[in-house]
């Protein structure tokens, strides 16, 4: 009687730490989840965005090239 009692308990401490490991399982699951989405939320946002900078930096290296044009004259 002793040993079925003991082997109910056991069976119901299993139970419950693969509760606890399915649970964690789940939370990982969806973490990753979110964070794949956010990745590719941000790719499509950075392939479709204009890059503003390489419009200016264009500018600056024009400027640039005139200033030093009109030293050598």
């Known amino acids: 009687m002793n040993v079925k009692i003991e082997d109910l308990l ?6 419950e730490e693969e509760k ?3 649970t964690v399982l789940w939370v ?3 973490i ?3 964070a794949a ?3 590719i ?3 499509v946002y950075r392939f479709f965005s204009p890059d503003y900078l390489e419009d200016y930096e264009e500018d ?3 400027d640039f090239d005139d200033y ?3 030293e050598e004259e």
């Open 41 to 43: 939320a941000f790719a």
């Open 20 to 22: 606890d490991k399915n």
């Open 60 to 62: 600056f290296d024009d």
């Open 32 to 34: 990753g989840a979110v």
């Open 37 to 39: 989405v956010v990745g």
């Open 68 to 70: 030093f044009e009109d």
């Open 28 to 30: 990982l699951a969806i």
């Open 10 to 15: 056991s069976a119901l401490k299993k139970k």
